[in-house]
C-alpha cells in the first residue's frame, strides 16, 4: 500500500471563529474514521508559533528554511491506502471537514518504512 499526505495551507482554511469549533470536530470525527478504518499513520498541523531552523550534517542550527518551503503551514495529514483513488475519496472527506480543497501527493514506496 502507498502512504499519501494529504494537505492544505493554512490560509485556505477561511472559517469565521464561530464556525471553528464546527469545523475541527467535523475534521477530528474524519481523522477517528481514518483510525477506525486502518489507514491513518499520523497527521497534524505546522504549531506556526515555533520558527523553522536548518541543521546542518555537523549540528550547526541556523534560523532560515529553504526558500521554497518558507511558508510551510497548515495541516498534514498522512494515510496508508490501497489506490490513489481511495486517497482522493478521503481528501474529499477532509475538505468537506475543512471546508477547504485538499492537495494529494503520494509518497515513493519504500520496503523499509
Known amino acids: 500500500m502507498?502512504?499519501?499526505?494529504i494537505s492544505f495551507p493554512s490560509a485556505a482554511m477561511d472559517v469565521t471563529a464561530e464556525e471553528l469549533p464546527a469545523v475541527a470536530a467535523a475534521a477530528r470525527a474524519v481523522v477517528q474514521e481514518a483510525k477506525d478504518a486502518g489507514v491513518w499513520v499520523f497527521g497534524g498541523g505546522i504549531d506556526?508559533?515555533?520558527?523553522p531552523v536548518?541543521?546542518?550534517g555537523?549540528?550547526?542550527?541556523?534560523?532560515?528554511?529553504y526558500p521554497q518551503t518558507s511558508r510551510l503551514e497548515g495541516?498534514?495529514?498522512i494515510l496508508e491506502l490501497p489506490s490513489?483513488?481511495?486517497a482522493l475519496k478521503w481528501a474529499a472527506k477532509m475538505a468537506a471537514a475543512c471546508r477547504c480543497a485538499q492537495e494529494v501527493r503520494a509518497f515513493q514506496y519504500d520496503p523499509a518504512s
Open 58 to 65: 555537523a549540528g550547526a542550527v541556523r534560523e532560515e528554511t
Open 84 to 86: 490513489h483513488d481511495a
Open 54 to 56: 536548518m541543521v546542518d
Open 48 to 51: 506556526e508559533s515555533v520558527p
Open 2 to 5: 502507498t502512504k499519501y499526505l
Open 75 to 77: 495541516g498534514y495529514s
